[in-house]
C-alpha cells in the first residue's frame, strides 16, 4: 500500500526546535517533490516549505523563514522539516506531502499523497 508517514511531532516549549519525518511506504521519493503543510485548528491549510526533486529549489512560507529548514535524503528515503525558534503560532498538524509539483510548489491542491499528520503544540 501507497502512503506516507510522518514522525516527530509533539509539545515543546517557545524557542524550542522539534525535527519531523516523513517516509514513504510502497515506493521511493527520488523523483517527488515533498511540501510540508500545516493546519490550525479552524483554519486552512497552509503551504510552509517545499524541497524539489532534486534537491536545488527550496521555497518557504514568509511566517517560517529563517527558523524552518527542509531537507530531504533519498538513501534514506526521508524528507525532514528541522524546526527551530518554535512559536505558539507554530502549532498545528503538520502534514507532508509528494507529488510532480513544480516551485513554489506551496498550494495543497497541487499534491497527489497525503500522509496522515502529526501534531505539533508549542506550549509553556
Known amino acids: 500500500q501507497v502512503q506516507l508517514v510522518e514522525s516527530g511531532g509533539g509539545l515543546v516549549q517557545p524557542g524550542g526546535s522539534l525535527k519531523l519525518s516523513c517516509t514513504p511506504s510502497g515506493f521511493h521519493l527520488d523523483y517527488y517533490a515533498i511540501g510540508w503543510f500545516r493546519q490550525a485548528p479552524g483554519k486552512g491549510r497552509e503551504g510552509v516549505s517545499y524541497?524539489?526533486?532534486?534537491?536545488?529549489?527550496?521555497h518557504y512560507a514568509d511566517s517560517v523563514k529563517g527558523r524552518f529548514t527542509i531537507s530531504r535524503d533519498n538513501f534514506k528515503n526521508t524528507a525532514y522539516l528541522q524546526m527551530d525558534r518554535l512559536e505558539p503560532e507554530d502549532t498545528a498538524v503538520y502534514y507532508c506531502?509528494?507529488?510532480?509539483?513544480?516551485?513554489?510548489?506551496?498550494?495543497?491542491?497541487?499534491?497527489?499523497?497525503w500522509g496522515q499528520g502529526t501534531q505539533v503544540t508549542v506550549s509553556s
Open positions: 524541497i524539489s526533486s532534486n534537491d536545488d529549489i527550496k
Open positions: 506531502a509528494m507529488g510532480f509539483v513544480p516551485p513554489p510548489g506551496l498550494s495543497h491542491d497541487e499534491y497527489d499523497l
